[in-house]
């Protein structure tokens, strides 16, 4: 999942599902019709309500995330209902927690696809790649909670953001210029099996030779938490930098290792490999010393209006939880869809067919100071990165080191599509 773009499993959030509707569409799930104002509507729209789905992770090991996202698309759907909402039509969000089993996340699809009129996210590469033929077949704008460029070229599935691979270019040549890497040199790269790391992967694997340098793959799986053999790898094959596309305890495993064994190399993640919980634990001081964070999204310390608001309005409304990546990632993609609407709204055509056309339209949008395009679904929004380092006293645990770039090479990379 830019997997995000995360935490260790938290408790179960009960008092956090989105009103769970059992709206029966008005025209039913397989037709659409016309509402007493004209606009024609489809599954998930009633004369007073929109309804979306929320497939996401509350109980599994991306739980932390699972609730930040749905926290802030929440928090967005409030302050647009505040407003008028939709077409004077009240937007709804009913979650489905699937626990990262993608059995459990058929079911919840199965049981949510005939009442909403798009989903607002879907949590898990995996699901996402079980879900994909019933998404097109059904003409439901999904927002996937994962960046991999395989995902790109599908009409109803739809990427916000840079991808890993896009990501790792650009981070491979920031590591590069700052640790004064030479042709010949060695960088290792840590990653997830399936389809996060290894799209990751691709991207080092281009950016390496772009930049004639030789990467060191080892591979694990999210079940791995000592890294120590990966570690030693490294070390002796003698990289000069450390790529890693896995989680955040993956992550904190590598960096503690080598900071206990005096191996100070530069150690590069995205977004998913790093959780601000982090700083808080024995770690934390190796973390803001060795590791910065590629990521498609600004950090909230960063000298951004947008940010800042997005900051202040989620710490009121949830004083007691932690600004990380997921209430980016969250806000990004609903922001996105609720654009997407206010357009088929004015086109007077909120069916599911509707919705997705309003949105491949769009082709200048800018959600929080970044600016999207999605016009063209078989590239990202956005081939930008931006450079991050934890810091324990910086808003959300990340500071601004680089600004929004792209590199030349992302531009000259083939994307692995799907």
């Known amino acids: 999942m830019r997997h995000t773009r995360l935490a260790p499993a938290a408790a179960v959030i009960a008092a956090l599902a989105l009103s769970a509707t059992a709206c029966s569409t008005k ?40 609730k930040s996202i749905v926290n802030a698309q929440q928090l967005y759907a409030d302050q647009l209902n505040a407003s008028g909402g939709i077409c004077g039509r ?25 009442n909403v009129a798009a989903l607002s996210q879907v949590v898990g590469s995996p699901v996402v790649s079980s879900l994909e033929q019933e998404l ?33 270019i650009n981070g491979v040549d920031f590591v590069v210029r700052t640790a004064k890497l030479k042709a010949g040199d060695k960088i290792g790269h840590v990653y997830f099996e399936g389809e996060y790391g290894e799209n990751a992967l691709a991207g080092a694997t281009y950016a390496a030779k772009n930049q004639k340098l030789t990467v060191v793959g080892q591979k694990i799986k999210p079940t791995d938490q000592d890294l ?13 930098a450390i790529l890693i596309s896995a989680g955040p305890r993956q992550t904190a495993a590598l960096v503690g290792t080598a900071a206990a064994a005096g191996f100070a190399v530069p150690v590069l993640t995205s977004s998913p490999g790093f959780a601000p919980q982090l700083l808080a634990t024995p770690v934390g001081p190796a973390l803001e010393k060795m590791l910065h964070v590629v990521s498609p999204a600004p950090a909230f310390s960063a000298d951004n209006p947008a940010m800042k608001k997005l900051a202040d309005d989620y710490k009121a409304k949830y004083p007691k ?14 922001s996105v ?19 997705a056309a309003a949105h491949r339209k769009q082709s200048e949008l800018t959600v929080l100071g970044v600016p999207l395009n999605f016009s063209d679904r078989a590239k990202p929004a956005t081939y930008q990165s931006f450079i991050h380092k934890p810091s324990k006293t910086a808003p959300g645990g990340l500071a601004n080191v680089e600004p929004a770039h792209e590199v030349p090479a992302a531009k000259t990379y083939s994307l692995p599509n799907g």
């Not at 120590?228 to 000069?240: D, N, S, Y």
């Not at 939880?321 to 609903?334: F, K, R």
């Open 337 to 355: 869809l609720g654009e997407d609407l206010k357009a088929a709204c004015k086109a007077k055509d909120l069916t599911r067919e509707g919705i």
């Open 321 to 334: 939880d932690l600004l990380d990546s997921g209430v980016v990632s969250g806000w990004n993609a609903i």
């Open 27 to 66: 025209s039913g799930a397989d037709a659409n019709g016309a509402g007493s104002d004209g606009i024609k509507t489809g599954p998930g729209v009633t004369e007073k309500t929109i309804t979306l789905g929320a497939l996401t992770d509350l109980t599994g090991p991306y739980a932390s995330l699972g």
């Open 228 to 240: 120590t053999a990966q570690f030693t790898a490294l070390k002796q094959a003698g990289v000069k």
């Open 90 to 114: 009240t937007v709804k969000i009913t979650v489905k927690d699937h626990g990262y089993d993608v059995q459990k996340a058929v079911s919840a699809f199965t049981e949510t696809e005939p």
């Open 136 to 168: 097109e077949a059904k003409h439901l704008l999904t927002f996937p909670m994962a960046w991999a460029s395989t995902l790109l070229g599908r009409e109803y599935v739809q990427v916000v953001g840079s991808t890993y691979d896009v990501d790792v």
